[in-house]
């Protein structure tokens, strides 16, 4: 009677784990599409019959205040995806470069405003603002690459991934030291920012409608800049592949340098996003908003850095909207509450449906191998 060796034995183990594994993924997929569709069936038909506790306008509300803060997800994911596309790891210090350059532009935000210049020339102080933020979360990105990153470029990629996690929590320390506890709070806008606006039938507040455009500014010139500049080939050529750019002439060092600072550019207009969105501030700032920001960048496909912005957007829509829409129909209360849970369950089914992400990876030909 033949008996089976141990290879054998071992491929028929990895056959079966291989097989449970692809049912259960399986599983999982068919329970999130059932509770997603009963979900919305169930508020389309409280909608219709009027029991439901969301109105059309109330709807339109949540929409443009997800797409408002989608867009400063994603021009914080934009960071994430551009040093993962460099050097191939996750900069989780980079909530902490957007935390910076918000606690910094706060004080000077309230100097403007004791000044007087807030409320008599706010365009220009927010313009102030949004370059001081810019400025020191710039400064912030290029020291940590200097000083943490640069010794380990040839060191294991989970060396400079566990780095990152101590960068983090030094800055969180060291910005509790400096200033406190306590949260502060950025000056009111204007009034006539502050009012609603009626736009293609949705009433805006212009708070929200400013970090929209800022979003879309910003993208766009990050992307010419990518796409036009010697700078932007560059960094798209050290992505690829760092051995033969440095071949080609390409200083290589130089050019990650300009990815963290650009980077830390994009957290810096994020956070003044931030500052109009919500005005208040403290040490941990970053923390929450850049596990997000990694979130997005990773539903939009890692790397991508129009997926980061997509990413961005989809997942800020996603908290908005989806407690109220799926959740709150099936019985589940205190959906307001549940914003943070629902962003990472967004990544989970991304990652379950398209592992990816839904614009799909942007990998340099070393991890394509």
């Known amino acids: 009677m033949a008996t089976l060796d141990q290879p054998q034995i071992s491929r028929s183990r990895g056959r079966f784990a291989g097989q449970w594994v692809d049912g259960f993924v399986m599983l999982i997929r068919i329970v999130a599409v059932v509770i997603i569709t009963w979900g919305l069936v169930q508020f389309i038909v409280q909608s219709a019959s009027g029991t439901g506790g969301l109105t059309g306008p109330a709807f339109r509300d949540l929409l443009v205040a997800g797409l408002a803060q989608g867009a400063m997800y994603g021009l914080l994911a934009l960071g994430y995806s551009m040093v993962y596309g460099v050097l191939g790891f996750i900069n989780f210090a980079h909530g902490e470069v957007f935390m910076a350059g918000t606690v910094i532009s706060f004080f000077i935000s309230n100097a403007l405003f004791n000044a007087g210049w807030w409320e008599e020339a706010f365009l220009l102080s927010l313009l102030i603002v949004l370059l001081s933020s810019m400025i020191i979360s710039t400064l912030t990105a290029v020291i940590i690459e200097r000083v943490a990153y640069r010794p380990l470029r040839n060191a294991p990629r989970l060396i400079p991934l566990i780095t990152s996690i101590g960068v983090s929590f030094f800055l969180q ?32 507040e212009g708070t929200k409608l400013l970090v929209i455009v800022i979003a879309i500014v910003a993208s766009i010139g990050l ?20 051995e033969i750019a440095a071949l080609m002439g390409i200083n290589v060092d130089r050019t990650i340098v300009t990815t963290f600072a650009v980077g830390g550019a994009m957290a810096g207009v994020a956070g003044l996003s931030w500052a109009i969105l919500f005005r208040g501030v403290s040490f941990i700032t970053g923390f929450i908003p850049g596990i997000k920001a990694f979130t997005a960048a990773v539903v939009g496909g890692i790397g991508n850095l129009a997926g980061a912005m997509g990413g961005g957007v989809f997942l800020g829509l996603a908290e908005s909207v989806a407690p109220l829409v799926i959740l709150e129909p099936l019985g589940v209360t205190g959906v307001s509450q549940l914003k943070d849970a629902v962003a990472f369950a967004v990544l989970v ?17 070393r991890d394509r191998v």
Do not use: C, H, Q
């Open 173 to 204: 320390n060291a910005f509790f030291g400096l200033f406190g506890p306590a949260v502060k709070s950025y000056p009111r806008p204007p009034e006539w920012l502050t009012s609603r606006r009626t736009i293609l039938g949705f009433e805006i």
């Open 223 to 242: 992307y010419l800049f990518i796409t036009r500049t010697k700078t932007g080939k560059a960094m798209r050529a050290v992505a690829e592949d760092k």
């Open 349 to 365: 089914l991304v990652l379950i449906f398209r592992p990816t992400g839904l614009f799909g990876e942007r990998l340099s030909a």
